[in-house]
C-alpha cells in the first residue's frame, strides 16, 4: 500500500504557509518527525480532507477517496461525544458507516482493548489515554486501510505507552502514519522517520550515526543550559541558531572532543553547532 502526496500546501490569510508544498511516498508504517507546532496535525488534518488545501493525495495510485471509509485520524486531542458513554461513541461509529454490513462484536472488542468495564462510562470521565484507546476501538470496528496517529503517545506514562503499542499491533495490514517531535517512544517499532521542517521535507543525513552511538560521551541539556555544561558564554546568534535549528529546544545533545562542542539536534542528530572551547 503506498500514500502519495504532491504539493501538499496549508496556509493561512497573511501568513507563510504552515505546509509548504510537501510531496513524499510512504510505503510501509511511518513516523513523520516534525517540530512542535510545526504542523503536525495540520497536516494529518489536511490529509483527511479536514482543512482547505492545494495539492493531491494518492492511494496506490489513485485518488485517496474519503467517502470509502479507508482512512481514521487519532488526534492528539481526541474528538469525541464527550457527555455520552463509550457504547454511544461506537455505536454512533457503526451508525455513520453506511457501507458497514456485519454488526460489530462490540463486546469482544472492547474485551480485546481491555475496555469492557469502561463500556457505559461517559467519555468525560475518562483520562486522556482511555480516550486514545477508545479512539482506536473505533478505528478497529470501521475497518480503515490507513490510521494516522497524531503525537499518540503525548504525556503518557511508559506502561500506557507500551499498552497503547499492544493495541496497535492488532491492527493488521494497516498503514501507519504516526506525527511527533520525538522518536523517543517510537524506536522499538521499526519506523520509518521523514523530518519535515517549516512544512517541507528534509534529509537526515547524521540520524542513524547519532542514535547508534554509544551515548556515555553525549550529554543531553536544553537550549538555556547549554552554557552553563559547557563553561562557556555561547553568542547570541549561537543561541538564536539552536532555536531555530533544533525541533525541541529543550532536547539538545553535546559532546565536548579534542577542544569542541558538537552540538546536536537530540532529535534527529544533525549537527547544529561547533564551539571552540577557550579554556581547554
Do not use: W
Request: hydrophobic share 40%.
Amino acid at each position: 500500500m503506498r500514500l502519495t502526496l504532491e504539493d501538499i500546501e496549508v496556509h493561512f490569510y497573511k501568513e507563510p504557509n504552515i505546509i509548504d508544498r510537501l510531496s513524499l511516498d510512504i510505503d510501509g508504517d511511518t513516523l513523520l518527525l516534525m517540530q512542535e507546532g510545526g504542523g503536525k496535525s495540520l497536516l494529518l488534518r489536511a490529509i483527511c480532507g479536514l482543512v482547505q488545501h492545494s495539492g493531491l493525495v494518492f492511494l496506490d495510485g489513485c485518488h485517496l477517496n474519503l467517502r470509502d471509509n479507508l482512512v481514521s485520524l487519532v488526534l492528539e486531542k481526541p474528538v469525541l461525544l464527550e457527555k455520552k458513554s463509550v457504547i454511544k461513541n461506537i455505536n454512533f461509529t457503526q451508525n455513520v458507516i453506511k457501507k458497514h454490513e456485519k454488526q460489530t462484536k462490540n463486546d469482544e472488542i472492547l474485551a480485546k482493548f481491555d475496555f469492557f468495564q469502561y463500556k457505559y462510562v461517559k467519555v468525560k470521565k475518562l483520562t486522556l489515554f482511555q480516550k486514545r484507546v477508545l479512539c482506536l476501538i473505533r478505528a478497529y470496528i470501521k475497518g480503515s486501510k490507513i490510521l494516522f496517529l497524531d503525537d499518540i503517545f503525548k504525556e503518557l506514562k511508559k506502561e500506557e505507552i507500551d499498552d497503547l503499542k499492544k493495541y496497535l499491533s492488532f491492527f493488521k495490514d494497516v498503514l501507519k502514519v504516526y506525527t511527533s517531535s520525538s522518536t523517543r517512544d517510537y524506536r522499538d517499532l521499526g519506523l520509518e522517520v521523514k523530518y519535515i521542517k517549516y512544512g517541507r521535507l528534509h534529509d537526515m543525513l547524521n540520524r542513524d550515526l547519532f542514535l547508534a552511538k554509544d551515548c556515555g560521551e553525549v550529554c543531553a541539556t536544553s537550549v538555556n543550559k547549554l552554557s552553563q555544561c559547557i563553561d562557556i558564554n555561547l553568542s547570541t546568534e549561537d543561541i538564536e541558531l539552536l532555536r531555530n535549528e533544533v525541533i525541541n529546544e529543550d532536547d539538545i545533545c553535546f559532546e565536548k572532543k579534542d577542544g569542541v562542542c558538537y552540538v546536536y539536534d537530540g532529535q534527529t542528530g544533525d549537527l547544529i553547532l561547533t564551539i571552540i572551547l577557550s579554556n581547554y
